[in-house]
């Protein structure tokens, strides 16, 4: 179990950059009583302020700012309203109005949340009121931008278990039987010389040689060249996963790639090996004239166009282009949902909001693909799955096909290898797509990849729900957690950033405090089924917007949508404790009547027996 998380009250700021003007009442430290500090969280300032709600009247308050949270509970009403906010959350902080502005609380700060709800928050005018807290929001919210550590850093939360434990390469791949004849481990990347967004650990077909492997990474996007994922241990077929190759608008070929895919191809004998390029068609052809770079052991830089494997370079493999659209259209998607969904929902155009927004159509992209991957390797074929550099849609597709074949990825232990696997391994850049700590918000690189990944898992629960260990709880506290930096799980772009930070040494895992106490992820209607292969429904009608996270926020439509489903499945949970109490005492009441037929004095045959029947 975890340790208490109650930390010394500390009672002056702690790095305080605020005006030396400012006011010594600004500055005045209250006991934090509401909340219970997490070890190493520090208090910063507290401030007396209007939270501007957009579900009730401005609301009289103070703001408490640590070096983990904002957290905010008003003073003049006798509902509560409280905000508990993670800094690394905030994507955004600006200043609402000017020292001239007229109307009532027009003066303040908005800020802007990566978990789809905006705060406001409302100061006096007089005296420069809002600069203190401003530059300290701004600073503990983006302290890679001002030379400081990510709270996961400075948290000093102790677990019994060590989540850094859960995933070990060697161990996943003995589990799918592996190596084997048809294909063996290199160590070829130890010190990541291959490929620096690798991991150390990969798996190659048997036949190819580590000099093999120098060659193919020469004409691999990032170097990333096609590797191992997941071993069908009946059919023998493989999902492999890589970059583009890069061939450029001359169309350049590359005999050793060529030789390469088609040793992939030859481990399970199939006729054909199926190429899945996640990208539409016109944007792999556009690929052709933008570069690559990778940097392989004796090579030196390469900086050359990408593209696709054509049909008469790679006769032997079939390319299926899969129309998922790149990461610039999937967050201005996700940006046209946030402005349907917070503060909020007009209910009389909203298909026709929710349509506009494209959302569920990439969602719907995004499984279609996977199912198609699954399905082939299923069938007995190989697979590669490729997008441009093989760490965003490739991860998409190769997880969720794997999630579909593999039953042990929807337990609550192996979801957190898979994620382990292959996102956090195979070099999903975590830090770029979601800007830890960092105050450039515009960047180009933000995507909200993994979220339309736990979105397409979630749909998958929804569809089949006694297949997964792990319920809805579990997928939430993910994304809060992605964004929180309390844990070390999500942070750094591969694992040779996170090996050179130590992360591992100075921080702790999210499955720490998950595994603690797992009986909260829990799904109580799991039914095991070891062979099964889930094939969702891909179609917009089997779709749905996912509302207890997008929507959480708006205390109307959760409370709608929500407590009739959260109260019958927990009239259910009741119902099954009592038959299995029943059950349990049946069985004990079974038991001592047998024993005691075998002795003199027992029951007659007329004894009466009890029948239960359930209402399931």
Known sequence: MASAPIAPYNSSPLGNSSSPNASRESLKMEPLADVAMLPGEERVIDKDIIYICPFNAAVKGKVFITNYRLYFKNTDSETPVTLDVPLGVISRVEKMGGASSRGENSYGLEITCKDMRNLRFALKQEGHSRRDIFEIIFKYAFPLSHGMQLFAFLSQEKYEENGWNVYEAMEEYRRQVL????????????????????????????????????????????????????????????????????????????????????????????????????????????????????????????????????????QNAELVFLDIHNIHVMRESLKKLKDIVYPNVEESHWLSSLESTHWLEHIKLVL?????????????????????????????????????????????????VLLEKEWISFGHKFASRIGHGDKNHADQDRSPIFLQFIDCVWQMTKQFPTAFEFNERLLVVILDHLYSCRFGTFLYNCESARESNNVRG??????SFVNSDTSLYINPFFTPESSRVLYPVASMRHLELWVTYYIRWNPRILHQQQSPVEQRYKELLAVRDQYLKKLEELQLSDSTHLTNSSTPNAATPNQHITHLQTPF
């Open 179 to 314: 190596p084997n004849s048809e294909w063996r481990v290199t160590f070829i990347n130890k010190n990541y010389e291959l490929c620096d967004t690798y991991p150390t650990i990969l798996v190659v077909p048997y036949k190819a040689t580590d000099e093999d492997l120098r060659r193919v990474a020469a004409f691999r996007s990032r170097c990333r060249i096609p590797v191992l994922s997941w071993f069908h241990k009946e059919n023998h077929a493989v999902i492999m996963r890589c970059s583009q190759p890069l061939v450029g608008m001359s169309g350049k070929r590359n005999k050793d790639d060529e030789r390469y895919l088609d040793l992939i191809r030859e481990a399970n004998g199939t006729t054909k090996l199926t190429i899945y390029d996640a990208r539409p068609n016109v944007n792999a052809v556009a690929n052709k004239v933008w570069a690559g770079y990778c940097f392989p052991v004796g090579l030196g830089l390469l900086a050359t166009g990408g593209g696709y494997e054509g049909d008469d370079a790679y």
């Open 368 to 416: 279609s693909g996977a199912i198609q991957v699954a399905d082939k390797v299923s069938s007995g074929s190989s697979v590669v799955v490729h997008c441009s550099d093989g760490w965003d849609r490739t991860a998409q597709l190769t997880s969720l096909a794997m999630l579909m074949l593999d039953s042990y990825y929807r337990t609550l232990r192996g979801f957190q």
């Open 506 to 511: 100075k921080t702790v895992s999210l499955w």
